[in-house]
Structure formats: C-alpha cells, structure tokens
C-alpha cells in the first residue's frame, strides 16, 4: 500500500499553543519521512525531516516523533506562531518514490 | 541560484485550447517533477523525469505531456484542455532521491490554472 493519511484537515491554535499533526503510512519500505510547509502562493519547502532509524529529530520548535513499530510520525510544533499559519504536508519516501499526505492547514490565532 | 522557476504564475484557458506550463532549474539538477495540488487531494504526480531525455508518468498524467530536452528545462504540454485539469501546477526538482538527506525536492511557486 502506497497512500499516507494525515490528520487533521485543518487545526486552529492559540498563539504559544502547540501544534500536532499526525501521520500514517502503511509500506514499511519508505526510508525517508519529511515534512514539508506551504505558504499561500507559494511552493512547498522542506521543513524537517526524520529517518525512520531515529524516534525523535528535533529543529528549534519543530519536532518529528516517529513510531515505526505503529507506522505513525507527527510534527510537533512549540510555542506556535501566527507566522506558522501555512499548510503543512506529510511524506514518505524510498528512492525516487515519495508519497504525500492530503495536508492539514493550520491557523494560529494571535 | 532562482532554484525552480515556474512560467505563467496564472492562466485561464477555455476548454480544448492548449498551453505550456514552463519550468527552469539552475541547480544542475538531474530529477525532475510535475505536480497538481488540488483543494484538501495533497501533492499528485503528473509526470517525472530523471535526467535529458528520460521523462516517465506519474500517478495522474492522463490529459498531459512533457518533454526533457535539456537538465534546466522541464515543461508540461496540455492538448486539449478541460475542467478537469483546473488546478494549481508545481514543478519540482532535486539531485538524487536516493540521498533524500542531502537533495530533498525544491518547488517552484506554482502555476494557478483554470479552465472553463
């Protein structure tokens, strides 16, 4: 199976709040699990990413963790911003192969 | 470096007219992609191409076609255009996805487009 499901489809935080999006993949041969952030008008970019050799990756207020006994990372973001309103996509890939989530649009509330 | 470059940045075409989105990389990079991002569907893959000369469907390319004749230039072809194919275009580019760690994908800024 090819797909990876995020949730949720859309999350509204208070400002300083966190924020935690979550995601399923069911091919335990993906090697690579990156997320990735997508302002409006904008292409998406690479946020932070996690091998799935490691539980936990951490970039100042952004944190991967990753289950892969229950196939499932999520994004965890401290101390939310408005600034990081944006969309935000899961992936999994291996190779030349990534699949990404459906997205999940986050507001922060100031 | 631009990174990925993306021309037009809107279009609105009638159905059946043609058109091609337009991509350029300066990054020297070998893969490239097409991309539709429909409302709340995610990131489809149109088409891919892992370097001049070699192009490959996606999980979508019904409707569209591309061409690689050179590393920097990767354009999407729409013959005959329909409503179907409203939707906002990525291009996308990296140097190796078997070292994800050290190429991860590079996006244009998108192409919106709409058909009616």
């Known amino acids: 199976q090819q797909q990876v499901k995020q949730s949720p489809q859309s999350l509204i935080v208070q400002k300083g709040g966190i924020s935690i999006i979550n995601c399923a993949y069911e091919n335990t041969a993906f090697d690579y699990f990156p997320w990735y952030q997508q302002f409006p008008g904008k292409g998406p970019a690479l946020l932070i990413a996690?091998?799935?050799?490691?539980s936990e990756k951490k970039e100042g207020r952004f944190t991967i963790s990753f289950n892969k006994s229950a196939k499932q990372f999520s994004l965890h973001i401290m101390d939310s911003q408005p600034g990081d309103s944006a969309t935000y996509f899961c992936?999994?890939?291996?190779?030349?192969?990534?699949?990404f989530g459906k997205g999940t649009r986050l507001h922060i509330l100031p | 470096n631009a990174g990925v470059t993306q021309t037009p940045k809107f279009r609105i075409l009638k159905i059946g007219q043609s058109m091609t989105l337009q991509c350029a990389q300066d990054m020297n990079h070998n893969y490239m992609y097409w991309y539709r991002q429909d409302p709340g569907m995610g990131l489809k893959l149109i088409y891919y191409?892992?370097?001049?000369?070699?192009?490959d469907k996606g999980e979508v390319p019904n409707g569209y076609n591309v061409s690689r004749s050179t590393t920097e230039d990767f354009p999407l072809r729409l013959e005959l255009a329909a409503p179907s194919q409203t939707s906002v275009y990525f291009c996308?580019?990296?140097?190796?996805?078997?070292?994800?760690?050290?190429?991860?994908?590079?996006f244009g800024n998108g192409t919106r487009l709409t058909v009616t």
């Open positions: 996690i091998r799935p050799d490691v």
């Open positions: 992936a999994a890939s291996r190779d030349d192969k990534i699949i």
């Open positions: 996308a580019s990296n140097l190796t996805p078997t070292e994800p760690y050290n190429s991860p994908l590079h």
């Open positions: 191409s892992v370097g001049a000369g070699i192009t």
